[in-house]
């Protein structure tokens, strides 16, 4: 029995509605495979704990979290907290504390889902979005002066550093190799950003070297919102700074279909800590409670969850057990359907039963 420690953090909003599907998912995968064991211990941190404890999780909470062998969350955000305690109080603490700095987002339009662009159906959109996830312009550097003043200052600056931009270029050019198409697309925006974009430019040439194997081109990420819609064949990997490529990703996600599908994956690749696995959606607000939150990319981020364990038949099946699912037109309103959670999760736990 091979077994893996999972600290489920569900938090906010739709969150917990999309975890306990997930949850429900791997339990039967762990019944129907017989040979793997999840351990699951849930924290109930996020703005609930935020309103009673004035914080989002425990002091210790990385400290509690390392013994894990990933971590499975859900989102944060709610109404009456503001935007940047939540997800500095939680969700930025754990991917930088962990040093999880590959955010690796897989897009792909699902069978039985209608894509909002003309003429692209399953096959013409197959991306994986690198996104540099420790330092660019979400390092947290920056401050304010004279705050409310007339002359009051705000920065907000971004760090690229020579092992950040190695590290994550390395990541995303072996990732491309190992994809079919060995093809990868570097975003920058170095026509106006010229310090840190340029450099990021250089590092891309120089690790290019490194695996002869790829073919690469660059993009600007303006033209690159532009290729994504007008010819997404053209794109296969693609890397990206912190603040693009969660743009582009989102972009990704609503061009195959729904947000409510899409996942991500946030890797310490040399794997000193535990990884985390997230849908790329926020709590949703609007509807949460109403049992409708579609629970696809929180199955397909266990996918990403699994293949992190090695556990690379469990995902094979949890996959095509979600496309079945899709495929027969069991679907969330937010892609055209009328199923709820629950009907969409039941359908996925009878997929992987009746799956040989
Ligand atoms: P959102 O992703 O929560 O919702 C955007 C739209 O997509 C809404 O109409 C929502 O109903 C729909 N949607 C999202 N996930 C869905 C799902 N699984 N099934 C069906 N429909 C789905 O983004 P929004 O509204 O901008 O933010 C709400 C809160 O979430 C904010 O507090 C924000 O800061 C937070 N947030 C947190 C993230 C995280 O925890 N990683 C990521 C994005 C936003
Ligand atoms: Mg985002």
């Not at 949460?288 to 690379?312: C, R």
């Amino acid at each position: 029995m091979r077994e893996y420690a999972i600290a489920a953090i569900p938090a906010d909003g739709i969150g917990p509605e999309v975890i306990a599907a997930g949850i429900t998912v791997l339990a039967s995968l762990e019944k129907r495979l017989g040979d793997i064991k999840f351990n699951i211990e849930n924290f109930d941190w996020g703005s609930d704990y935020y309103k009673k404890y004035g914080v989002m999780m425990p002091s210790d909470g990385l400290n509690q979290l390392k013994k894990f062998d990933a971590i499975y969350f859900g989102a944060v955000g709610a109404p009456d907290v503001p935007d940047h305690i939540t997800l500095w109080g939680l969700r930025l603490p754990i991917c930088q504390g962990f040093d999880q700095y590959a955010n690796v987002r897989p897009t792909r339009i699902l069978p039985g889902i209608t894509p909002p662009l003309r003429n692209c159906g399953p096959g013409d959109l197959d991306w994986v979005i690198v996104r540099e996830n420790s330092e660019g312009e979400y390092s947290g550097h920056g401050g304010r002066a004279h705050k409310g003043l007339p002359e009051e200052v705000g920065t907000e600056v971004a760090i690229f550093t020579r092992v950040g931009v190695t590290r994550i270029m390395r990541y995303a050019f072996k990732l491309a190799q190992a994809r079919p198409r060995k093809f990868l697309t570097v975003v920058t925006k170095s026509n106006a950003q010229r310090h840190g974009m340029v450099m990021w430019d250089e590092i891309a040439a120089e690790v290019a070297e490194e695996f002869p194997d790829v073919t690469w081109d660059k993009m600007l990420v303006d033209a690159m919102t532009v290729r994504m819609t007008l010819n997404p064949r053209s794109l296969d990997t693609i890397v990206a700074t912190n603040l693009h490529a969660d743009i582009l990703s989102d972009l990704a996600g609503a061009l195959a279909g729904s947000l409510g599908v899409a996942p991500t994956a946030n890797i310490d690749p040399e794997r000193r800590y535990p990884s985390m696995f997230e849908p790329i959606h926020g709590s949703a607000f609007d509807i949460t409670g109403k049992g409708i939150a579609n629970p696809v990319a929180t199955f397909w981020t266990a996918v990403q969850m699994l293949d992190h364990l090695g556990e690379t038949d469990a995902s094979a099946r949890l996959m095509r057990a979600v496309e079945r699912v899709t495929g027969a037109g069991i679907l969330t309103p937010d892609i055209g359907g009328t199923a709820t959670t629950k009907e969409v999760t039941e359908a996925v736990v009878d997929a992987i039963y009746s799956s040989n």
